[in-house]
């Protein structure tokens, strides 16, 4: 873990400490610490991402106040022969997986379906939970700390398109890829997650999970 990732990850636990404690605070003084505390990890959210602190200041009322960690989904759409489906983003011009966060609501099942069929337009099926990742131990720089499903899943239909892409401002295009000719472009973390995928797909029956000791 980098001097950075490591920043990231105690302001992660500073603003989990400083929401729990001004929901549930009646006190005056004790409000103020938490509201201190807050400030301190968002400007340690700013230093570890290399921030103006101004650019975060829009975080204290969203993501500060949350005490948990969000929860998002991904989908390793493997195929009877091999390949995998991989969206090209257009935020990041990078690929990777398609999926997304989670909705309240539905389950994570659900939501890496949902999330696939919205930006590929690919209706899947989910086999088995390849694996759960922590993004702050994936040199993930962003503001918020996730808990990422990963699902093995199989096309329904094939390489087949079901229906046009409802979220497809989010895609420049879609590929499938051969395990060993991935494109270079990949979301980092992506290449090692797709990798647990596969050996998924061969037989691996072992839930991948981070113990935060690397």
Request: aromatic content about 8%; proline content about 5%; overall charge negative.
């Amino acid at each position: 873990m980098t001097p950075a990732e490591q920043i990231a990850l105690w302001a992660d636990r500073l603003s989990a400490i400083s929401a729990t404690g001004l929901r549930f605070t009646k006190d005056f003084y004790d409000r103020e610490h938490y509201e201190i505390i807050q400030q301190i990890a968002l400007e340690m959210l700013a230093l570890a991402n290399g921030q103006q602190l101004d650019e975060l200041e829009p975080l204290r009322q969203t993501l500060l106040v949350h005490p948990t960690p969000f929860v998002a989904g991904t989908a390793a759409v493997i195929d009877e022969d091999g390949m995998i489906l991989l969206q090209h983003r257009a935020d990041n011009l990078l690929w990777s997986m398609p999926g997304g966060a989670l909705e309240v609501g539905e389950t994570p099942e659900q939501g890496v379906v949902r999330e696939v069929l919205e930006e590929t337009g690919i209706r899947c099926e989910p086999v088995m939970l390849v694996g759960v990742y922590d993004n702050r131990l994936w040199k993930a720089r962003v503001a918020q700390h996730i808990y990422i499903f990963t699902f093995l899943c199989c096309p329904l239909d094939g390489k087949n398109i079901a229906q046009p892409a409802s979220h497809m401002l989010e895609t420049v295009e879609i590929g499938w890829f051969a395990e060993h000719d991935l494109p270079e472009e990949l979301v980092e973390g992506h290449r090692q997650r797709i990798s647990h995928a596969f050996q998924a797909w061969r037989g691996n029956q072992r839930t991948y999970f981070d113990n935060g000791e690397d």
